[in-house]
């Protein structure tokens, strides 16, 4: 069993800050990709970043505002988000993908509401 626990979700101004944070636990024998997506209402599931042994990407409409970083050691996931926009609220949702086989598996969500 592989649980996903993200936190740091809120409600800020735009223009902002954020910090979201994802810990995973359980039968796990490695992480070969970490990284959040979020969806807003109405609208498909997008990828916002993702961490591998590569390096990072992010989704267009981050445009620098966002860092993704990990901790391998304690398979750990945050997302630094800055100058926050009202376009950005939606449900985060951490992924990981596992090595080997390649299972994903998703946390629960966190809610990011940006408004004045």
């Known amino acids: 069993q592989v649980e996903l626990v993200e936190s740091g979700g809120g409600s800020v101004q735009p223009g902002g800050s954020l910090r979201l944070f994802c810990e995973v636990s359980g039968s796990i024998f490695s992480i070969n990709t970490m990284g959040w997506y979020r969806q807003a209402p109405g609208k498909q599931r997008e990828m916002v970043a993702n961490?591998?042994?590569?390096?990072?990407n992010y989704g267009d409409f981050v445009r620098g505002r966002f860092t993704i970083s990990r901790d391998i050691a304690k398979n750990t996931v945050t997302l630094q988000m800055n100058n926050l926009e009202p376009e950005d609220t939606a449900v985060y949702y951490c992924?990981?993908?596992?090595?080997?086989?390649?299972?994903?598996?998703w946390g629960q969500g966190t809610q990011v509401t940006v408004s004045s």
């Open positions: 992924r990981i993908v596992e090595g080997g086989m390649g299972y994903a598996h």
């Open positions: 961490i591998n042994t590569y390096g990072a």
